[in-house]
């Protein structure tokens, strides 16, 4: 078994915190998560992948065991996030990688992708989506959010900080939901229930329609530098549908597409699997 190693690293005076695995000598991967989960995501997959990869997983600002300031300290958005995990490669010293971008994980990896195209080795993205016809009708409440801030829509959007719905994210879509873990969406439910997370939460909610405006940005770099991209995906996803999936095709043709029976957290049935897929992938 992999040695896992957990640290800590400053960006700024923000304290990331990250797990990382493999040897330093091997190619990089960067592991990013989505919401409402941190770096503990990936504790099925790092295993599988230390043995060819250095692997480095950290915890988004305002996620896991990452720092998470007041608002009127930090905002909340997505430009934000990229920022500080742009600046957290630089201080650990990841200068090319390749990157495993899921759901939140997504633009935010697109972002260091599009600033820094010289330094993505290649993309597997697992339900991380760069195309409107991947987002599904689920969005529809978050979408009237964007169209009117009121806080009304605002109150609305507390449904998705539930932990009934935090269980159901985790097992929509699984044939077998017995195949599910608790432990994942326990801790990600004890981070959501954090003085201040759930207001930060829904500021995230809301700043999610930058991420859909830089669509076409991403779309451009997909087709401008063709990096090597996998889509690993989950094709019972509530949030994110295959379309998505298949669409990084339109902009990139080389890209390699894989559906796999299971929900949106695809890592939580099908680690090994994905794990497979990415090391015949990154051969």
Do not use: C
């Amino acid at each position: 078994m992999a040695s896992i190693k957990y640290r800590t690293a400053e960006v700024d005076g923000f304290k990331v915190f990250y797990r990382e695995a493999g040897s330093s000598a091997s190619p990089k991967l960067l592991l990013l998560h989505g919401f409402p989960s941190a770096g503990h995501m990936f504790r099925d997959l790092i295993p599988l992948l230390a043995d060819r990869f250095h692997i480095v997983a950290p915890d988004l600002p305002g996620f896991g065991q990452s720092d998470m300031p007041p608002r009127d300290k930090f905002g909340y958005t997505f430009d934000n996030i990229a920022r500080v995990i742009d600046g957290f490669t630089e201080v650990i010293g990841l200068d090319r990688f390749a990157v495993y971008v899921f759901d939140y994980g997504a633009p935010t990896g697109f972002r260091l992708a599009v600033r820094h195209p010289e330094r993505i080795t290649a993309i597997i993205s697992q339900n991380g989506n760069a195309y409107e016809e991947g987002l599904s009708e689920g969005w529809s409440p978050i979408k009237a959010y964007w169209q009117d801030p009121s806080e009304a829509n605002r109150k609305a959007l507390r449904a998705f900080l539930a932990p009934e719905t935090t269980r159901w994210q985790y097992t929509h879509g699984v044939p077998d939901p017995t195949m599910v873990s608790p432990d994942g969406q326990k801790l990600d439910n004890f981070y959501l229930a954090r003085p201040g997370a759930d207001e930060a939460q829904l500021d995230l909610f809301g700043d999610y329609k930058s991420n859909v405006a830089l669509y076409p940005s991403f779309q451009q770099y997909f087709r401008t530098h063709k990096p090597p991209l996998l889509a690993a995906w989950g094709k019972n996803d509530p949030f994110f549908v295959p379309a998505g999936a298949e669409a990084f095709k339109r902009d990139n043709p080389r890209a390699v597409v894989r559906l796999f029976d299971t929900g949106h957290f695809a890592l939580e049935t099908h680690a090994r699997e994905i794990a497979e897929s990415i090391r015949d992938f990154l051969k």
